[in-house]
């Protein structure tokens, strides 16, 4: 997924909208430089090269224990590298899902009766399960039916759970992927 989108290697462009592409890009781009900002472990690695240079000044510092300290660094950073990895597949997930669904989306409803409901949903994300009142309050709020209410509920549910379950695949790719990226490291 990353490499798809641009972001772990060149920077590709995605089938979007022409009046949603500036804006996609944009946000795409922000994800690109968050995530190779972080993705770098040389600057910390020489932080801590040059901090026992000066602590070699002190006492002294063989070169194997330099390298193991390194060697450490390295291992630790390779975790934080597969975590920093998912946290931007599901920042994509939800990037593609804001550009692309909503671009597919019939918009039977105003756009501020679905901001009402997202808001509801997202509030109630652990129990997302409208009592009959609060179907008929959102109704009411929205100027729909409260049938129109059960249905879009309905329906973000399994949307909803599409895109956690996309999330996840593509978590475990990332994980998988970085793990037989460190064996191949790990050999050497």
Known sequence: MLLAEGIDGPEKCGTVAPDDQVDYRKKLADIRKTYHDEMSCEQFTNHVKDLLRDQASVRP?????????????????????????????????V?????FDARRKRRNFSKAATEILNEYFNSHIADPYPSEEDKEELARQCQITVSQVSNWFGNKRIRYKKTIAKAQEANMFAAKTAHGNNFYYNQF
């Open 95 to 99: 990037l593609r899902t804001r550009f």
């Open 61 to 93: 510092i063989i070169k194997p224990e330099m390298d193991k300290m390194i060697s450490i660094i390295e291992k630790k950073f390779s975790h934080i590298q597969i975590q920093l990895k998912q946290f931007t597949c599901e920042n994509i997930m």
